[in-house]
């Protein structure tokens, strides 16, 4: 028998020794059953909720609740833009966990009741989306439950075994949940942080100035862990009117890698929970569970059983370009090129260019100079470099003596006759060695001299001052 908001008063001041309950009231609104719940209020004005559950697994769910609201640090409470309950104190009553926390003012709505387009709809997927963004850490420190992708996926293939084994599963939905099972992309996504698999129930909404809603509290948190963030969005299944409203304002709202087949796995979820219900059924050897799962199944095997399981999205130029608009001029895929020119986009590349009309003149002044300098009385003359090293270079690449030049065989005026190999070869070796090296001295003073008077008339041509 349900217990009386009374009862539950009582348990308030149990839970609160130093507060006085000054008024109580049943909490009626989105109530499951599981749990025997009352608003109280108190001699400081605060309004809380009590809870105590009605059997041993809302007991366990509870306990859960309050281990996921007190890892809720100050820090995490202040990154989220809406509330979450506070635990103010628990108790025990008839050995079941009491809960006492605050009340989140505001209203409800069901998923079946969920219309498309901005309100309800996108307020619950933005909502979503920032509790995924939150960092793994929140549940790590928690030591609460953190599932890989292969563990999310490993789970289900163990319900499905668990449903065919019960021998009650329709062979349509058999095949169909296998193939979707056995597909490798759909099982590539990055894990979050999750909810456990919350519906709208689960948010607290008010309007704001304009009369649309927003989301200001969410209410479950039990289910809080790491996993497959599509387990809190499976609930868009029964809200098909603004099931793409929500996932496109998901993705929006998302700050990670989109994730193509998130929408496919939360269908694949919402479906497994009849599986699910069939195998609680047969746990807890309910025939009346049992019957409603297998009315469920057929239902469901009607509706689905000729639809793909896995429908692989697949990119086409048109979705690329449509894709590009969503970026900021100049910054998309399509933000250079034709296509950004087509666009009204600056594509030149800024960098430290003539303009094509001032370059021209600029040119076109050069190549006058130019043809002044050549033809003016300041016209330079080739330089003939052999004056500098008495050196040009045979056919074989070897460097001989050039005609006239310093060092070679002809005798220069005022220069020394250069030594005759034959005669130092066949007298005196030291004098022909002294004599060789006077004669070199000189040679290099001569042409050192020369290199001098050729540097200085270059230099002359080239100033102009000749």
Do not use: K
Request: net charge negative.
């Amino acid at each position: 028998m349900a217990r009386s908001p009374l009862t539950l008063a009582a348990s308030v001041t149990s839970a609160l020794p130093r507060v006085v309950v000054t008024g109580v009231g049943s909490l009626s609104e989105g109530t499951s059953g599981r749990y025997d719940s009352a608003i109280a209020e108190l001699d400081d004005g605060r309004r809380v909720v009590v809870r105590v559950p009605v059997d041993d697994a809302a007991d366990a769910d509870l306990g859960a609740e309050a281990r996921a609201l007190r890892s809720l640090t100050a820090g995490v409470r202040g990154v989220l833009p809406f509330g979450a309950p506070d635990v103010l104190g628990e108790t025990r009553v008839d050995g079941r966990l009491t809960l006492v926390q605050t009340l989140l003012p505001g209203y409800r709505v069901d998923a079946a009741h969920v219309p498309a387009g901005r309100g309800i709809a996108t307020a619950l997927a933005t909502a979503t989306a920032q509790v995924h963004d939150l960092p793994v850490t929140v549940v790590r420190d928690a030591g609460l439950p953190m599932l890989t992708a292969e563990e999310v996926r490993a789970d289900a293939e163990r319900l499905l075994d668990a449903a065919e084994a019960t021998g009650l599963l329709p062979f349509g939905l058999l095949r169909r949940w296998s193939t979707a099972i056995g597909s490798d992309p759909l099982w590539r996504f990055e894990t979050t942080v999750v909810l456990g698999g919350v519906d709208p129930a689960s948010f607290v909404f008010e309007d704001d100035a304009d009369g649309v809603p927003q989301v200001t509290g969410l209410l479950t948190w039990g289910g809080l862990g790491v996993g497959d963030p599509a387990i809190d969005l499976r609930w868009t299944a029964s809200a098909p009117a603004a099931r793409d409203d929500v996932f496109d304002t998901y993705a929006r709202a998302s700050h990670r890698a989109p994730d193509a087949q998130i929408a496919e796995r939360a269908r694949l979820h919402a479906e497994l929970e009849f599986a699910r219900w069939l195998v609680h059924g047969q746990t807890v050897g309910s025939e009346e569970i049992i019957a409603d799962a297998i009315a469920l199944l057929s239902s469901l095997d009607d509706t689905m059983r000729d639809q793909p399981a896995v429908v692989h999205d697949t990119t086409t130029a048109d979705d690329a370009i449509a894709a590009s608009e969503r970026l900021p001029l100049g910054t998309g895929a399509l933000g250079t090129g034709a296509l950004g020119a087509a666009r009204g986009i600056d594509t030149s590349m800024h960098t430290d260019t003539f303009d094509p009309e001032t370059l021209a003149v600029f040119l076109a002044d050069e190549e006058a100079r130019a043809e002044g300098r050549e033809t003016g009385p300041d016209a330079t003359v080739p330089i003939d470099l052999s004056e500098w090293s008495g050196l040009t270079f045979g056919d074989g690449g070897a460097p001989v003596a050039a005609p006239g030049a310093a060092g070679s065989g002809e005798a220069v005026a005022g220069e020394a006759p250069a030594v005759d190999r034959e005669e130092s070869s066949s007298g005196d070796e030291t004098g022909d060695v002294r004599r060789a090296a006077s004669t070199d001295g000189a040679d290099a003073s001569d042409r050192d001299d020369d290199l001098d008077t050729a540097a200085r008339n270059a230099m002359r041509r080239w100033t102009g001052t000749v």
